[in-house]
């Protein structure tokens, strides 16, 4: 049981280059999320999803996409990378009756 | 006015103290309050997850949630070094896929 996994760990993009973070949750997880978090603060919701072809906008979702064709892939679509997309970028994941999030191990993005 | 207000420290104590971590919050329909342990290039990992107002414990960990005045605290007992990281509250309601707002997060270092 892997839990929530995360690809690539590190990447840096070249500003207006696009990209994947690709996240896989085991646990037959419904919910899934992705949020992204800054020097020093907490983490913002970008996107979420009640399940397979289900999703939706968090608090911060311009600049990203997101599809979610099977229960347990989430992968996050960056298009024309910007400075300000620079962030650490976590996928969660958890039960449709709430309960613990569980986090993957992130994503560090630069984009120069 | 932020939905979640926490102090990001830094919190600098020494081993042994009792540690106080506090949030307020504004939104009166969160019924899930959550603490976060963060470790430096880590994910989140869930410490203390509440339904509603009360007290919970385990182990050295305490959580208080007063939802008449808007507020949560995380109280560690005899901290130790190895308990230095960043401390984030979160809290949720049970629409809307269970969205989950953090706070910034606290810094704090336990001296030896």
Redesign the interface.
């Known amino acids: 049981n892997a839990g929530v996994t995360q690809t690539p760990k590190f990447r840096i993009l070249k500003i207006g280059q696009s990209m994947t973070l690709q996240c896989t949750q085991d646990m037959n997880h419904n919910y899934m999320y992705w949020y992204r978090q800054d020097p020093g603060m907490g983490l913002k919701l970008i996107y979420y999803s009640v399940g397979a072809g289900i999703t939706d906008k968090g608090e911060v979702p311009n600049g990203y996409n997101v599809s979610r064709s099977t229960t347990e892939d989430f992968p996050l679509r960056l298009e024309l990378a910007a400075p300000s997309q620079t962030s650490v970028y976590f996928c969660a994941s958890r039960t449709s009756q709430g309960g613990e999030q569980f986090f993957g191990p992130g994503t560090r993005l630069t984009v120069l | 006015q932020k939905e979640?207000e926490?102090d990001?420290g830094p919190l600098s104590v020494p081993e042994g103290a009792i540690v106080s971590l506090n949030c307020t919050y504004s939104n009166s329909a969160f019924q899930?309050f959550?603490w976060y342990r963060q470790y430096s290039?880590?994910?989140?990992?869930?410490l203390m997850?509440t339904y509603s107002s009360g007290n919970k414990e385990d182990g050295r960990f305490t959580a208080q949630v007063d939802k008449s005045s808007k507020y949560i605290s995380l109280f560690i007992r005899d901290s130790q070094p190895s308990d230095s990281a960043t401390y984030?509250c979160?809290m949720?309601g049970?629409t809307?896929?269970?969205?989950?707002?953090?706070?910034?997060?606290t810094r704090l270092f336990v001296k030896a």
């Open positions: 979640v926490q990001p899930y959550m290039r880590k994910g989140p990992e869930l997850y984030l979160a949720s049970n809307g896929g269970f969205k989950t707002i953090f706070g910034a997060g």
